[in-house]
């Protein structure tokens, strides 16, 4: 639809055809970096010019890519046919060549003539070419001379890569798109692009779930978007109250005066989504990716919706196109893949500067008053400017009188209307459908107004007319909101109670729902706060909020911030029975408001308590969303969106820290303390919740500073004299945040208290760590007093003892090692090797100290310490006489420790480092635990630390009959593969795959063994082979992932391309087939494996796939299809498939025709037939079977963007079919089935529109 073609180029006119050339040269030069001023034209067409229509001049050769062939190049436009014959009259006219071609030959430079009037064939075009050439054979110079002819195809595809021209063509031919405008002045019309932009310094844009420290000034905020839409698929949406100017910010983004790296404005597509464009957005983006065209579309009054839909679509692989969508409201919605940039309003001196460039004849005086009525709206001050008046008039206006003016403007005063607006703005936005019918939203509208229906919607037309009612589709909102809810408030002033009570409840739920959207607005609105009471009261509305259905949520959102305390009490009341779960599932959807209300310091408590209940309900539920972050904001000292206080908070978190260890709650209470032990690097939210907006908290300066942390480091050793888990995890916080806090000099008397008491009680490990690692990483910060107390603090940590540096020494974490690094430089090998001899002498310490080995094995055998095992053991068992002393204590402390706290890994090394030295003794350990029934569970792994031999071969067979050990635990077997014959591996391989989880596991051995034959001249072995071909025999074809791909394609290609293996892959394929059937098993899943059977048997892997009766051609949609089986067949080659084909039953081409990809599309919209499509089609008898099967794969099931685009870019494959002589019998089936699916396409526009388009559109 977007697409210009030869046949529109063919009706240009002698100057728009010039036009479109130059229109086009300026666009590809722009595109590719070069001034547009470098593109020049001028004169008629038909006028003595010399040669020359457009010409430009670059300032260096053009970039691979592009249509101007060299730096200097001259286009001659002809709106005529141009034969040979007139080709040499042309560039010889009177028999005497033209000046230009000597300098274009000199520059070594381009000469392209353009005829709008042909379309020719290759040989056609050759043959002009030759002329030209002939024409200029005795210009000095001329085999430089490059020289082209375009006809009217050619030149549709130059201007069908830029937007700008694109449209301006389309319009001149008179296919003109709806509402859809190329650069322009899109904001006011009547100024023109010239008129300049006038820059706020004042106004701040604000990105939203950002800091408020990072808005940024309008200009800065300009450059950014225009940074991020020179990219293709890039989104950004522009949003911010109406009025403010949004879409003349839009339009600077192309405007070269305003700042730096201005956007092409020829790439530009604008439309309003209330003024119904056609085609609708969605579909003009398809058509332009289709097209290969690049574009930065921008699209006014975008409600959310149809936004994600278009950046969808814009994401496509095979997009040119940005996006802008401008938005008058500003919302919560939150956008993957697009940049948020909130305007706010302008300030009073930039609408003084837009009023006088726009009003001169005002005086200053009235600027000034105008100006400050609007509030920073532009469009308000605008009105409020052409409304007329004497001069100085303005300034002794009051509310009611603004009113009138922006009401009536320079009309006569009427009543009705001012009657009609206060009550068309009572709902947010109201429909205009069906206005006949009694039960419409303008019927009832028009009972409260007392008039007509008719009377009430002329009124509508009328504001509209006035700039004061904007549509979308069929609704229609009185905007902007500092006018609509004033009007709001009058008229709910001037209805009665009673009479509004029973309006409100007998109009239609949707008419209800915007109504309570515009009392949202009116926060402080005694009848608005009535309303409130009524609704949130036991037995109202939406007094019962765990019994909402969506929307009347959506209404108890509205109407809750007119009245905090009474839906406070609400949602206590409604949750206060229910458990955790129940009030995580019922309350999710009011997790907002209640942390806007937690605000206020007088009923943080209850709120944060009911968050906390949430948290807890949802809190091992991996697939919620949860608070996150956002919660947690609530308990920093800065950027928390409340003003409780600090005991307060800690008053929370302490109830929660008093919770059992492995709760909810406590884990809650641990990520909240670590929040109120923050210090720097605060990140905080948006605490705006509808149209209400709050602070950002509490800000303590100075002594509310160090109070705050003396309260919270005094509250950590509290704490930390309970002991136990608690102790532990509180130690760990305070040293999470350590290094920060020993920045803040104010608290330094409370820190070192702390290191002190902590200290004296027990040793804190990660806080000597945490003290050592300051000055590694805050160094160049730390001032000359806090570096000159670093070293008291760090000696008042420092491991004094064995146990200590044993502790300190399981408290490593992987990221630590980087923190003993000495300098940047130091390699990091060399501190792994450090820490390594460090572990081999400690574990030779602790060898010798038994008591002390005791104390410490709880920390160095748990699975949370990282502890480098292998020195440690290394260094246990390296000077042991008695090693069964040491075993004792392992094994003893092993069992003590929980099942889900046990790491076996210093257990299995321990025995590992013996075995040379000791192995009758490590034989005698291995036995006793291979009948133990504690040690079940991590015997695997224990066992394969050593070279098993035949015993430990048996061993590990015996444990595989124990239940209690997961199959996964002997992929440790890997560790010992090697050291295993074929014999002893398939010994352990055949009875692991029995097991339940046995089959992943033994491929990842198999796969793993078979890899490292890679770098070794064996090759698998009849036994390893053998192993392979029965376990993929065993594969229940359960979908795992692409790593699975890999292995069993591994498998495949080591194991089966001998004679004989050819079942394996038949009752392997028909297995996958028949679960494909079932939609059990996508073969889509595994491109490897599928691709390794057809390379190494593709006739029996084609026979089980499709000969199975599994049906698979016949599942799922076209577009899965193509998935699950076109792909992979395209790896085969055409002889292959063909000869299947033909040794099989008659049906097999129908088959392949059925699941192969007929269409081949490249990433610049261009169709083709798959070459092994038409070898089907060329062998095949049934051949319109065949093309039945083809067609059907014509129209997408699944897809992105607009999909009557997608089938439009489809249509010339009918045509090619039509163009081969062999066909001939089938072209009337063929044209029938392209006449069907024109009329689909046509359908599917119209479906598009109905969905996508303004008729969709709303406010709300």
């Known amino acids: 639809m977007f697409q210009v073609t030869a046949r529109d180029v063919l009706s240009l006119t002698d100057e728009d055809l010039r036009t479109a050339i130059a229109l086009t040269a300026e666009a590809e030069a722009r595109r590719y970096g070069f001034a547009s001023t470098s593109i020049t034209w001028s004169g008629d067409q038909r006028a003595n010019d010399g040669g020359v229509d457009v010409q430009a001049k670059l300032s260096s050769a053009p970039t691979l890519g592009m249509t101007i062939p060299r730096s200097f190049t001259a286009f001659q436009a002809k709106a005529e046919k141009m034969p040979v014959s007139k080709i040499t009259k042309e560039m010889r006219p009177k028999g005497i060549v033209r000046a230009i071609f000597k300098e274009l030959a000199d520059a070594r430079g381009a000469y392209v003539i353009i005829s709008s009037k042909e379309s020719l064939s290759k040989t056609a075009l050759a043959e002009r070419v030759k002329a030209m050439r002939a024409a200029v054979h005795d210009v000095p110079g001329q085999r430089d001379l490059h020289l082209d002819f375009f006809d009217s195809g050619a030149l549709a595809t130059w201007i069908r890569g830029y937007a700008g021209p694109s449209v301006w063509v389309l319009e001149k031919v008179g296919r003109r798109l709806s509402n859809w405008k190329p650069f322009a002045a899109w904001a006011y019309a009547k100024e023109g692009v ?88 969605n579909s003009l983006i398809s058509d332009l990716i289709i097209a290969g065209t690049r574009a930065i579309v921008i699209v006014d009054n975008c409600r959310p919706a149809v936004h994600r839909k278009l950046s969808a679509t814009v994401a496509d692989r095979a997009s040119k196109v940005s996006l802008v969508t401008i938005e008058y409201d500003v919302r919560d919605d939150e956008f993957e893949d697009t940049d948020v940039f909130e305007l706010n309003a302008a300030s009073e001196s930039l609408v003084e500067q837009l009023l006088a460039q726009r009003f001169p004849a005002l005086s200053h005086s009235d600027i000034h008053t105008i100006a400050k009525m609007a509030g920073g709206n532009l469009r308000i001050a605008i009105v409020i400017a052409s409304s007329g008046g004497r001069s100085g008039s303005f300034a002794s206006l009051k509310s009611d009188e603004l009113m009138d003016r922006l009401f009536y403007q320079k009309n006569e005063v009427d009543p009705d209307l001012r009657r009609a607006g206060h009550v068309l703005s009572l709902p947010y936005s109201f429909s205009v459908e069906n206005p006949e019918l009694e039960n419409s939203e303008l019927a009832f509208l028009a009972e409260l107004a007392e008039t007509s229906v008719s009377r009430l919607y002329e009124h509508a037309r009328i504001l509209r007319d006035r700039d004061l009612i904007q549509q979308r589709g069929m609704f229609r909102a009185l905007l902007p909101p500092g006018i609509s809810n004033r009007l709001a408030q009058v008229g709910l002033e001037r209805i009665p109670a009673e009479r509004a009570r029973d309006w409100l409840a007998r109009i239609p739920f949707r008419l209800l729902k915007s109504v309570a959207h515009r009392l949202s607005f009116l926060d402080g609105i005694p009848e608005a706060e009535q309303i409130a009471d009524e609704w949130l009261s036991p037995g109202g509305l939406v007094g019962s909020p765990d019994q909402l259905t969506e929307d009347l949520q959506q209404i108890f959102l509205y109407v809750a911030p007119l009245r905090p305390a009474l839906a406070s009490e609400c949602l206590e009341r409604a949750f206060m029975n229910m458990d955790d779960a129940q009030t995580a599932r019922l309350c999710a959807p009011y997790i907002d408001f209640l942390q806007w209300l937690a605000h206020d310091a007088r009923v943080f408590g209850p709120c944060v308590t009911l968050l906390i209940r949430v948290r807890a309900g949802t809190e091992r539920k991996s697939d919620s969303k949860l608070l996150h972050d956002q919660f947690f904001h609530l308990f920093q000292a800065y950027l928390s969106g409340t003003h409780a206080t600090v005991e307060q908070r800690i008053a929370i978190l302490e109830s929660l820290l008093l919770q059992p260890s492995r709760s909810a709650r406590f884990a809650i209470g641990i990520a909240g303390l670590k929040s109120l032990l923050k210090s720097r690097d605060f990140t905080g939210s948006d605490w705006r919740f509808g149209t209400s907006s709050r602070d950002y908290g509490l800000w303590p300066q100075g002594e509310g500073f160090r109070h705050w942390f003396r309260m919270t480091l005094a509250f950590c050793e509290r704490l930390d004299r309970r002991g136990g888990e608690l102790g532990v995890q509180v130690r760990a916080a305070v040293a999470e945040e350590l290094r920060d806090l020993w920045l803040c000099e104010a608290v330094y008397p409370e820190l070192q208290s702390l290191a002190k008491s902590f200290s004296k009680r027990r040793f804190w490990p990660e806080g000597w760590i945490a003290a050592n690692s300051i000055g590694r990483w805050r160094g160049d910060e730390l001032t000359k007093s806090s570096q000159a107390a670093l070293p008291r603090l760090v000696s008042a940590l420092r491991p004094n003892t064995l146990e200590d540096r044993a502790l300190t020494f399981a408290q490593r974490k992987m990221q630590t090692l980087y923190f003993e690094m000495q300098d940047y430089e130091e390699d990091y090998t060399a501190v792994e090797r450090r820490v390594s001899d460090e572990g081999v002498k400690l574990g030779g310490e602790l060898a010798s100290d038994l008591e002390t080995l005791r104390a410490v094995l709880p920390a160095l055998l748990n699975r949370e310490m990282f502890v480098p095992v292998h020195s440690l053991a290394a260094g246990l068992a390296g000077k042991l006489r008695n090693p069964a002393s040491v075993w004792a204590l392992l094994h003893c402390s092993y069992l003590e420790l929980s099942e889900d706290e046990r790491k076996p890994e210093l257990l299995a090394v321990f025995l590992s480092s013996l075995q040379k030295k000791r192995a009758t003794f490590v034989e005698t350990a291995l036995e006793k635990l291979s009948h133990d029934p504690e040690f079940a569970p991590d015997f695997p792994r224990i066992q394969c630390a050593v070279i098993p031999g035949p015993k430990g071969v048996a061993r590990l067979i015996q444990s595989m009959k124990s239940d209690t050990v997961a199959s996964s635990s002997y992929e440790a077997i890997a560790n010992v593969s090697d050291c295993l014959t074929d014999k002893e591996f398939g010994k352990l391989f055949r009875p692991l795959a029995k097991r339940p989880g046995g089959f992943d596991a033994c491929l990842h051995l198999i796969w793993l063994r078979l890899a490292r034959m890679k770098t070794q001249p064996s090759k698998p072995t009849t036994g390893l082979k053998t192993l392979g071909r029965d376990l993929l025999l065993q594969w229940d074809c359960s979908p795992h992932g692409s790593m699975m791909d890999y292995q069993l394609a591994e498998v495949v290609e080591k194991c089966m391309p001998s004679l004989g293996s050819e079942k394996v892959a038949y009752e392997l394929c028909t297995r996958c087939s028949k679960k494909a059937h079932m939609s059990l098993f996508f073969l889509d899943q595994y491109p490897r494996l599928f691709t390794a059977l057809m390379k190494v048997h593709p006739e029996d892997t084609l026979s089980g796939l499709l000969d199975s009766g599994s049906k698979l051609q016949r599942r799922g949609s076209a577009r899965r299809r193509n998935h699950e089986s076109g792909s992979l067949f395209a790896a085969l080659p055409e002889k292959a498939v063909i000869d299947w084909c033909e040794k099989g039953k008659p049906g097999r081409y129908v088959l392949m025709a059925s699941v192969i990809d007929a269409i081949s599309e490249g990433d610049k919209g261009d169709t083709a037939w798959q070459p092994l499509a038409l070898a089907i089609l060329a062998k095949a008898r049934g051949k319109e079977k065949v093309l039945a099967a083809y067609f059907h794969q014509f129209r997408p099931m699944s897809w992105s963007g607009s999909r009557a685009s997608i089938m439009e870019r489809r249509l010339g494959l009918f045509d090619d079919l039509l163009l081969m002589p062999k066909l001939n019998r089938y072209y009337p089936y063929i044209q029938n089935e392209k006449a069907n699916f024109l009329i689909d396409i046509e359908r599917d526009r119209v479906l598009d529109k109905r969905l996508h388009g303004s008729g969709a559109a709303t406010f709300e």
């Open 194 to 281: 010239e008129a300049p932009y006038l820059i706020d310094e004042q106004v701040r844009v604000h990105v939203p779930d950002t800091n408020p420290e990072t808005d940024f000034d309008a200009l800065v905020a300009l450059e950014k978007i225009r940074a991020r839409l020179a990219e293709d698929k890039a989104s950004v949406r522009i949003v911010g109250l109406s009025g403010v100017g949004k879409t003349r910010f839009a339009q600077a983004l192309f405007d070269a005066r305003v700042g730096s790296n201005a956007l092409d404005h020829t790439l530009a597509v604008y439309t309003d989504v209330g003024h119904d464009p056609d085609p609708e957005p």
